[in-house]
């Protein structure tokens, strides 16, 4: 089989993993850009999902469940993370975030390896999402095409709530200016625990899928990250559109890059970086200021 018939099958596998990436960055961008809070522990509550989800698996055979479950349990920790963490050191600046969600990183990690063990561990999928389907002239598996559809789900709920409800408008309006929304009687610091909240819970939602597809493992948070601050700075700060544009854009250039240069593969993201940032300091869908 040449390099060129298995290039549509390539490309669909980039647009699988971007958009995985985009569910996992959707919540860091919200979180980054909109608050301003660099979370450094953002992959790590991803890695969560995936562990909540393993074991709401295994204790009631419903993987329906644990799909609506376990992200709200990430969500609960994150919260937690939120207002009685970082809320204390947002003052100071990014250097106390980093440090503190540095280590929050490490920390849940390590608890993972002592309940969950080192070993990646097997997730058994229900019958409807295993097997495959005649794509491209190959058999193509049926769970990327169901990633596929969540995150493209995803998208579209985040962008109703953020643009086309109310509540989407005072989160906005708090970002902008928060001292007037909180004149105007809103209580911005819960706006923006409901706000961290919904970022994890995106990430709890990214690590539910993308257990079974990349292998639950406690490496899962370090793998992801870099990539995740990648699409957001791409992608633009608060920019839920630039998140998705950015995360394709990785996505294509592992896929390809794997398929024609293996070797540099994953060189590619950091050059597009780079010339956003050279070219397009804000990104590719953010505002400059």
Do not use: C
């Not at 669909?12 to 980054?32: C, D, P, Q, R």
């Not at 109310?166 to 706000?195: H, Q, S, T, W, Y």
């Not at 990250?225 to 998140?243: H, M, P, R, T």
């Amino acid at each position: 089989m040449d390099v060129l018939s298995i290039l549509p099958i390539q490309i669909l596998h980039g647009i699988v993993y971007g958009m995985l990436l985009f569910l996992v960055a959707s919540g860091l961008t919200l979180i980054f850009g909109m608050m301003g809070v660099l979370n450094f522990a953002h992959g790590a509550l991803y890695m969560l999902g995936a562990y909540f989800s393993f074991s709401i698996l295994q204790w009631t055979g419903h993987f329906w469940l644990s799909l609506i479950i376990a992200p709200l349990m990430v969500m609960v920790v994150g919260m937690i993370l939120e207002r009685f963490f970082l809320r204390k050191v947002h003052s100071y600046g990014h250097a106390h975030e980093l440090l503190l969600t540095f280590g929050m990183a490490y920390i849940l990690e390590e608890a993972v390896k002592m309940i969950w063990g080192n070993e990646p561990l097997l997730v058994v999928l229900p019958r409807i999402l295993q097997g495959s389907v005649p794509l491209f002239g190959v058999e193509y598996p049926v769970y990327r095409l169901f990633i596929l559809a969540v995150s493209f789900l995803v998208f579209a709920l985040m962008f109703l709530v953020l643009f086309k409800t109310r509540a989407g408008i005072i989160v906005r309006a708090a970002v902008a200016n928060k001292e007037m929304v909180d004149a105007l009687g809103f209580n911005v610091p819960l706006v923006f625990l409901l706000l961290f909240g919904m970022g994890a819970w995106l990430a709890g939602v990214a690590g539910v899928i993308g257990g079974p597809y990349l292998i639950t493992n406690p490496a899962m948070a370090t793998t992801i990250i870099i990539d995740l601050f990648v699409v957001v700075v791409v992608g633009g700060l608060g920019s839920v559109e630039g998140a998705l544009i950015a995360s394709l854009l990785i996505g294509q250039l592992q896929s390809i890059g794997i398929l024609f240069l293996p070797q540099f593969a994953i060189v590619f993201e950091f050059l597009l970086m780079a010339l956003v940032l050279i070219f397009r300091p804000h990104g590719l869908m953010g505002e400059s200021k």
